[in-house]
């Protein structure tokens, strides 16, 4: 039997309810993980996935709590008018709400994809004490462009392109459908000026950035990441198929054990 | 790589990247690589991306079609069309 995990809602500044599970371990929480997920279809894939990071987290003595960013999962919120400022706030809540729930232990951000993109530019926010940031996206840019791109050819081969004027996104006012998903095209334009690799700010607190791929060593463009993060920054390389992009045998294990040295370290060094 | 056919360097960076449990040569040039190997979206993603970071032709959505992608032939031809040279025997 796993951990107790209970569900229940925070509420943004704005007053946005947001969903969150707590896993809670078993006796004084040595630490508290807030694990950020990522958006669109990346985060249905990833739920499997980061329930298991939780459920590892709070086995060796770690609080974790999974959240939903507003208009996605069980959160409320308008996925159509959600901007990137929106993410750093439910960031922050989430944060405010694993402190209350673990008491005076270090809040390690925990981040996949985008939500480690946001773990790694916006970690002062939470007040967090290390991040972790697991295949975090690079360029904002890029993603927007491969969404779309992913989008086109997800309807193309479901039959559904004509349906959508052979875009691969319908424009409805100022939202897209992006493969089923709305997305304030606002977002969008906040997303393609992201650029980890182009940001001048050195990590201030213990960095982990796990690369998760079909390589035995990490890409050029993560050693940059790694280089321009600086000293408190370590990289990682997990040979495996991306969790985030499956919904069937996501096998996070790897993942999850570099993750647990990594905050186990951390309490250690205190 | 360099010394192989563009068609050989393409189904060996897919069995690499979708870490397919099989050898590059089990792949046939005109396979249907959706019909035959049952590759999904995300695998032809994965190409799209291999495709970048291989041979440095980036794919704006205007560019990509599934048929362009349904086999090695078809992902040879797309390669050639931005970089005539690639693959040439060395």
């Not at chain 1, 360029?139 to 491969?146: M, P």
Request: charged share 25%; glycine share 8%; with cysteine.
């Amino acid at each position: 039997m796993p951990n107790p995990e209970t569900p229940g809602f925070l509420t943004a500044a704005d007053g946005t309810p947001l969903h969150g599970i707590y896993h809670a371990p078993a006796g004084k929480a040595k630490g508290v993980c807030v694990i950020a997920p990522p958006l669109f279809e990346e985060r249905k894939s990833a739920y499997g996935g980061l329930t298991l990071l939780a459920r590892a987290l709070a086995e060796r003595g770690f609080g974790a709590f999974r959240f939903d960013f507003r208009g996605s999962g069980e959160s409320g919120g308008d996925a159509g008018q959600r901007r990137w400022n929106h993410l750093v706030e439910d960031l922050k809540t989430a944060g405010d709400a694993a402190r209350q729930l673990a008491k005076d232990v270090p809040v390690t951000l925990i981040g996949t994809r985008l939500g480690g993109t946001l773990a790694l530019a916006h970690s002062s926010a939470v007040n967090a004490k290390a991040v972790v940031a697991i295949a975090p996206v690079l360029k904002g840019a890029t993603e927007v462009r491969l969404w779309r791109l992913r989008s086109k050819m997800r309807a193309e081969l479901s039959g559904k392109e004509n349906e959508q004027t052979n875009a691969p996104s319908t424009t409805k006012g100022e939202i897209l459908d992006l493969d089923g998903f709305p997305v304030a095209k606002s977002f969008f334009e906040d997303l393609k000026p992201v650029d980890l690799l182009g940001a001048s700010q050195q990590a201030a607190i213990p960095t982990l950035v796990i690369q998760v791929s079909h390589r035995e060593k990490a890409s050029g463009e993560y050693e940059r990441l790694q280089e321009q993060l600086g000293a408190p920054a370590r990289l990682a390389c997990i040979r495996a198929l991306p969790f985030w992009e499956r919904v069937d045998d996501a096998d996070v294990s790897g993942i999850a054990e570099c993750v647990l040295e990594f905050v186990t370290q951390l309490i250690t060094d205190r | 790589m360099a010394s192989e056919r563009l068609e050989d360097q393409l189904k060996e960076m897919l069995v690499e990247r979708l870490m397919l449990k099989m050898q590059p040569n089990e792949i046939e040039d005109a396979d249907d690589l959706i019909e035959k190997w049952g590759l999904e979206s995300v695998q032809l993603m994965e190409i799209v991306v291999g495709l970048e970071e291989v041979f440095g032709i980036e794919l704006g959505d205007d560019d990509f079609s599934v048929k362009k992608f349904r086999t090695i032939a078809n992902i040879a031809s797309v390669v050639r069309e931005r970089d005539p040279n690639a693959g040439a025997q060395s």
